[in-house]
C-alpha cells in the first residue's frame, strides 16, 4: 500500500514537473509570437535587411534602422567581458587557493552585497568617477576630445555589475575540485602556479564558461546603468570614446513616445524581439560549447 503511494506521489511529481516545464517553454513562445504580431506593421513598410543593415534611425521620417544599435550593444557588452573575466578568473583563484580563511570570510559577503546594489546606483557612480575619468584623463592621452558619455565608459560600468555575479559562481565551481588533484600535482613537483594553469582552470573550465554565459545573458538586457553613461547617440562607434546607443537603452528611452509616431511601436516591438533572439541565440551557442568541453574533459 506504502509502495503504491509512493509511486503515485512520484508520477504526480513527474507530470507536475512536465507541465511546468512545458509552460516555460510556453511563456517564451508566447513572447515571441507576441512581438513578431507587433512588430509586422514595420515589415511592410521596409524589409528585414533594410531594417537590420540600416544607419539611419529617424522615426519621423519613416527610418528605423537597427544596425547602430545591435553594434552599440555587442560592442558596450564584448568591452565589459574583456575587462571582467580577466579580473573575475583571478580574483577566484586568488580568493580560492591564495587568501586565507579570514580574508574569504570578509571578501565574499563584500561580492554578495555588490550583486545586491540597484542599477541605479552603478549608473550614477558611472556618471560622478568614470565618464569624467574617460572624458578629462583617459581620451586626451589618445588625443581625444570627448564628453565621457561613450561605449568605454558603458563597458567598465556593466563590468562592474557583473563582477560579483562571476566571481561568486567561478569561487563555488573552484571549489568543487577535489583537493585530490592538487596535491597530485604538487607532489609531481609542479609549483603552485603550474597547478593553477594546468590542472584547477581546466578542471574548472565548463563551469568558467557557464558563469561567463550567465554574465553575458545579464550583460545584454542591462537597461538603466548603461542607458546613464552610453551617450544614447543612434550612430556606429568608430572607436571606444565614441557615443554608443544600446537596444535596452533604445526600448526604455523611447517606449513613452511610441504611440505619437507612426511605426514607432512596432519599431520598438522589434527591438525587443531583436533582443531576445540575441539573447536567446547567445544561449544556445553557448550551451553547445560548454556541452562539448564538458565531453572533452570527461
Not at 547617440?233 to 507612426?262: R, V
Request: include cysteine.
Amino acid at each position: 500500500m506504502q509502495r503504491n503511494i509512493r509511486l503515485l506521489k512520484d508520477r504526480g511529481v513527474k507530470r507536475i514537473s512536465g507541465i511546468l516545464l512545458g509552460l516555460s517553454f510556453l511563456m517564451i513562445l508566447v513572447i515571441v509570437v507576441g512581438l513578431c504580431v507587433k512588430s509586422e506593421p514595420l515589415f511592410e513598410q521596409q524589409s528585414l535587411i533594410e531594417v537590420l543593415l540600416g544607419t539611419v534611425w529617424s522615426p519621423l521620417k519613416g527610418y528605423f534602422g537597427f544596425l547602430p544599435f545591435i553594434i552599440g550593444t555587442i560592442s558596450v557588452t564584448l568591452i565589459a567581458l574583456i575587462i571582467a573575466v580577466p579580473l573575475c578568473v583571478s580574483a577566484s583563484v586568488y580568493l580560492v587557493e591564495y587568501a586565507s580563511a579570514r580574508v574569504r570570510q570578509v571578501v565574499l559577503p563584500l561580492v554578495n552585497i555588490l550583486a545586491a546594489i540597484p542599477p541605479v546606483l552603478y549608473g550614477v557612480w558611472g556618471i560622478l568617477f568614470v565618464v569624467p575619468l574617460i572624458g578629462d584623463y583617459l581620451a586626451p592621452v589618445f588625443g581625444v576630445s570627448t564628453t565621457g558619455y561613450s561605449i568605454l565608459a558603458g563597458g567598465v560600468v556593466l563590468a562592474v555589475m557583473v563582477f560579483p555575479i562571476m566571481v561568486s559562481i567561478m569561487v563555488e565551481v573552484l571549489k568543487t575540485i577535489p583537493q585530490d588533484l592538487r596535491a597530485v600535482s604538487l607532489s609531481l613537483g609542479a609549483t603552485r602556479l603550474e597547478t593553477v594553469q594546468h590542472v584547477l582552470l581546466r578542471k574548472a573550465k565548463p563551469g568558467i564558461v557557464a558563469a561567463i554565459v550567465l554574465a553575458i545573458s545579464r550583460a545584454f538586457g542591462e537597461t538603466i546603468a548603461v542607458l546613464m553613461v552610453c551617450g544614447n547617440i543612434p550612430q556606429l562607434p568608430q572607436s571606444l570614446f565614441d557615443a554608443g546607443y544600446p537596444l535596452p537603452a533604445l526600448i526604455a528611452n523611447n517606449f513613452g513616445e511610441m504611440m505619437s509616431i507612426p511605426l514607432y511601436d512596432s519599431a520598438l516591438m522589434f527591438a525587443a524581439l531583436l533582443l531576445l533572439v540575441i539573447i536567446l541565440g547567445f544561449n544556445v551557442v553557448s550551451r553547445g560549447i560548454l556541452k562539448r568541453m564538458e565531453e572533452i574533459n570527461q
